[in-house]
Structures are given as structure tokens and as C-alpha cells.
């Protein structure tokens, strides 16, 4: 069964930092392309990284130079670093293979928030 699971979001101020992390399961990881996604109340849910096997890397413009998208094949993770991060970052996030995705999952919440 093909399975993520997301986890830690939380609450955090403007300009503050978030380091989501993601555990991929049921599918051959290393050599899967990645994505980080979220969805904002009333939004439709967006791409804002995607990272293939090796490690090459992509960003939506209203995220690039704060987040960066990681990966440890070895552990079948995949995190999110968010940096700097503004009112407009609120949103739940999912992670999920960008070819074939698996069922979405919970997703994790984060709120920037003073």
C-alpha cells in the first residue's frame, strides 16, 4: 500500500522558521520525484517544491529563496524548510510522489500568525 504521512506543522510568527517532514511508504522512493503541496482555506491546492531522486530541485516563485525541499533516500523522508515565512504560508500542507500519486493524507497544518 502506497502511503505518506506528514507531520510538523504548527503555530509560528511571521519571519519565523518550520521544518515539515514527510514518510513515504509502499513504492520504490529513490527514484520517485517528489512533492511538497498546500492548500490554503477556500484555495485550491498548489505545488510549492518538487525534488526528483537525485536531488534536483524546483520552487513556485512565491516560495523561492524561503523553503528548500530535502530528501534522505535511506529513510524514505522528505522535509520541507521553511524559512522567513508570512501570514499568506498558512495553509495545510501534503506531501505526495508526483507521478501516481498516492491517497492524499491528513496533511499538516501551519499558521503564521503574530
Known amino acids: 500500500q502506497v502511503q505518506v504521512v506528514e507531520s510538523g506543522g504548527g503555530l509560528v510568527q511571521p519571519g519565523g522558521s518550520l521544518r515539515l517532514s514527510c514518510a513515504a511508504s509502499?513504492?520504490?522512493?529513490?527514484?520517485?520525484?517528489m512533492g511538497w503541496y498546500r492548500q490554503a482555506p477556500g484555495k485550491q491546492r498548489e505545488l510549492v517544491a518538487t525534488i526528483f531522486g537525485g536531488g534536483g530541485t524546483n520552487y513556485a516563485d512565491s516560495v523561492k529563496g524561503r523553503f528548500t525541499i530535502s530528501r534522505d533516500n535511506a529513510k524514505n523522508m522528505v522535509y520541507l524548510q521553511m524559512n522567513s515565512l508570512k501570514p499568506e504560508d498558512t495553509a495545510v500542507y501534503y506531501c505526495?510522489?508526483?507521478?501516481?500519486?498516492?491517497?492524499w493524507g491528513q496533511g499538516t497544518q501551519v499558521t503564521v500568525s503574530s
Open positions: 505526495n510522489f508526483i507521478t501516481k500519486p498516492a491517497d
Open positions: 509502499g513504492r520504490l522512493f529513490s527514484i520517485n520525484q
